[in-house]
């Protein structure tokens, strides 16, 4: 909506302003910074930011939009007529924005008149307060979006303000990885701990996605992308790409280390919040807000099916692959969740029958913000708004229900009955010839509940306020828990004890550093 001249965007940060284009006469001297770039941000941006550039160009910076794409410079001051900026948002039939509402008169004479005068940069010089040299200080512990351990065990990786730190195994910092993002959203090492991968960013302004270089603690590279958060980034199992999605609905896939974009999927229509790779790594999995999980072939860009076909209540938050197969699991706001298979099963029907489920299991009471399987797949941790963290084993119901056939012998229709299944359907669960998907609700809690073993095996407690993030460590069976009161718990499994407490961040007396600049002329 637009309140007197104020655009508001809203983002999962809060609300975000941009400052409206305002009129001015052919007279009045015209502002990059207050008119001009504004109007880039809303109307060319979309096709011309850094991670995009159609036509080789981003309009995101003055010193971009100056040097241009493939029609040269894209003005020349003084002179709007020879422009090609104004030359193409202008005229009865403007080619630009393309396939877009045309720019207003008022637009249109902004720009005009801001190349007649000069083409002038007032972009104000910021002095940024917090640097690599100069890190964050606390007053009291954050809430901690994003954690994830080195594949030796050695480092835990924590989210701060615009920092990673990393924790040693006794909980003392290592090092303090500063970036420009105020939030970071998700952490990922690469499968040789060589590299740690962070996406985030400042909601309303951009989204990043960064690469460091773990033994040399510094940015090997970073991308900004946008105008909003990105999410759930992921590595191949090769360590050369990682994947990620976002609030802008989309999901990349880049190369590592070169942080070349070589997938970009629009086909989500909401908010993209986890990835996660295939064994092979031929295949880049995504869920979203809009309920569905999508699976993308990367070598041609092209969307390959949604791997559930029934939508449930309420958008998916979170996604973890079982390192062992190619099953995923899924949760969010239903606070349900659901074991799928990444690739087909059996063909697909005008029933859209569940042909891909694997196990749906106990509904927690809130919604689920965070997945992860221990390191041998044979366990499944699950965190959210909820005040505990449930642990299930993360075997699948159907393979359960093979490796138990043997001993359980239901070999008559009694039996079956009293199982609560027909015989025949009996029958052909046991021998793989229906899957869970194909059962009816009530049958698939009858075969959960003859199993009897679908429950938690572990609840673990003892921390404030909802969970946001989860990490197995990969040489023990211990769990680290993150979330909305800054420590980081680490409780041995199954037993569910804490053994340690770590204060996310170094807090001091001294108040938090303002994340805003100050800005000199």
């Known amino acids: 909506m637009r309140v007197r001249g104020i655009a508001w965007i809203v983002g999962m940060g809060g609300a975000c302003l941009f400052a409206a284009a305002q009129p001015a006469s052919a007279q009045s001297a015209v502002s990059f910074h207050r008119d001009i770039a504004p109007i880039l941000k809303v109307q060319c941006a979309g096709c ?9 160009l981003s309009v995101v910076t003055y010193a971009a939009l100056k040097s241009g794409g493939v029609a040269g410079p894209s003005f020349v001051s003084g002179k709007p007529s020879d422009s090609p900026l104004y030359k193409l948002i202008s005229g009865k039939m403007p080619a630009m924005p393309k396939g877009g509402k045309p720019l207003s008169a008022k637009e249109q004479d902004l720009i005009k008149n801001w190349i007649q005068q000069g083409a002038r940069d007032d972009t104000p010089i910021t002095n940024d307060p917090i640097s690599q040299a100069h890190p964050p200080t606390y007053a009291q512990a954050p809430d901690v979006p994003a954690i994830a351990y080195s594949p030796d065990g050695q480092i835990l990786a924590v989210s ?14 290592a090092a303090r990885l500063v970036g420009r993002s105020q939030r970071l959203e998700s952490l990922a090492f690469s499968p040789d701990g060589k590299y740690l991968a962070a996406v985030g960013g400042t909601s309303c302004l951009f ?20 105008f909003d958060v990105l999410y759930g980034v992921s590595f191949s199992p090769d360590g050369k790409m990682i994947g990620f999605g976002g609030a802008e609905k989309s999901v990349y896939a880049f190369t590592v280390p070169e942080m070349k974009q070589v997938l970009k999927f629009d086909n989500h229509s909401d908010w993209v919040f986890g990835t996660t790779f295939s064994k092979d790594g031929k295949t880049l999995v995504s869920t979203s807000r809009d309920r569905s ?12 099916d949604d791997i559930n076909y029934q939508v449930y209540n309420g958008g998916y938050q979170a996604i973890a692959r079982n390192p062992m197969s190619d099953d995923v699991a899924v949760g969010g706001e239903e606070g349900v969740v659901r074991y799928y298979s990444i690739f087909k099963r059996q063909a697909r029907t005008m029933n859209r029958e569940e042909y891909n489920l694997l196990q749906t299991y106990p509904r927690m009471n809130q919604p689920i913000f965070a997945l992860s399987f221990s390191p041998d797949g044979k366990m499944l ?10 642990i299930f084993r993360s075997l699948p119901l159907m393979d359960r229900v093979k490796t138990k056939r043997d001993e359980l012998k239901i070999a008559d229709a009694v039996a079956a009955q009293q199982a609560g299944l027909a015989m025949d359907r009996y029958n052909l669960v046991l021998t793989g010839g229906l899957t869970l998907g194909q059962l009816s609700p009530a049958e ?14 572990a609840k673990l407690t003892g921390f404030a306020g909802a969970v946001r993030s989860l990490a197995w460590h990969p040489k023990d069976s211990t769990l680290a828990v993150a979330g909305f009161d800054g420590k980081i718990r680490i409780y041995s ?4 004890k804490v053994i340690n407490t770590i204060m996310s961040v170094p807090v001091t007396s001294t108040k938090i550093s303002s994340n805003k600049l100050s800005s000199n002329k």
Do not use: C
């Open 444 to 457: 698939q809690a009858t075969v959960s509940r003859w199993l009897s073993d679908d429950q938690p095996i």
């Open 160 to 173: 701060g303000y615009r920092e990673i730190l990393l924790h040693k195994a006794d909980g003392s910092i």
């Open 293 to 304: 999980i999508k699976t993308i072939e990367i070598a041609t860009n092209n969307f390959i």
């Open 48 to 56: 011309h930011q850094n991670s995009i550039r159609s036509g080789k």
């Open 207 to 226: 989204g990043e996605v960064q690469l460091w270089d773990v033994a040399e603690k510094r940015m090997v590279k970073n991308v900004e992308i946008g």
């Open 381 to 390: 941790a699950v965190g959210g708004r909820q005040n505990e963290v449930w």
């Open 493 to 496: 499994i199954p037993d569910g």
